[in-house]
């Protein structure tokens, strides 16, 4: 059964950095665009950026243009989101998910990033 497990997140101040990394098990990570996406309080959950199977093509939501960085490495099953100029407005629930399962509505548990001085 295909699992994926988001962890990294934490308090930062604004103008700080974390890397976010998402561990993927039980399909195979490789044939599978995956994305980040983001639910802060009281909002719909958005995409934030995603990454081809090779991981060369990424789109990023306009929002995170020029400061997050999404990058996979396929050997270790895993995706990354590299996180600077943080802004308390990027203050959310992180996820990572294919296309598929959030299509089906199926999510991991999520990292909390929280953005404040």
């Known amino acids: 059964q295909a699992q994926l497990v988001e962890s990294g997140g934490g308090l930062v101040q604004p103008g700080g950095s974390l890397t976010l990394s998402c561990a993927a098990s039980?399909?195979?990570?490789?044939?599978?665009?995956m994305r980040w996406y983001r639910q802060a309080p009281g909002k719909e959950r958005e995409l934030v950026a995603s990454?081809?199977?090779?991981?060369?093509?990424?789109n990023y939501a306009d929002s995170v243009k020029g400061r997050f960085t999404i990058s996979r490495n396929n050997g270790k099953t895993t995706v990354y989101l590299q996180m600077n100029a943080l802004k308390p407005e990027d203050t959310a629930v992180y996820y990572c998910n294919t296309i598929q399962r959030a299509a089906s509505g199926s999510w991991g548990q999520g990292s909390q990033v929280t953005v404040s001085a």
């Open positions: 990454i081809s199977t090779s991981g060369a093509i990424k």
């Open positions: 039980g399909f195979t990570f490789s044939s599978y665009v």
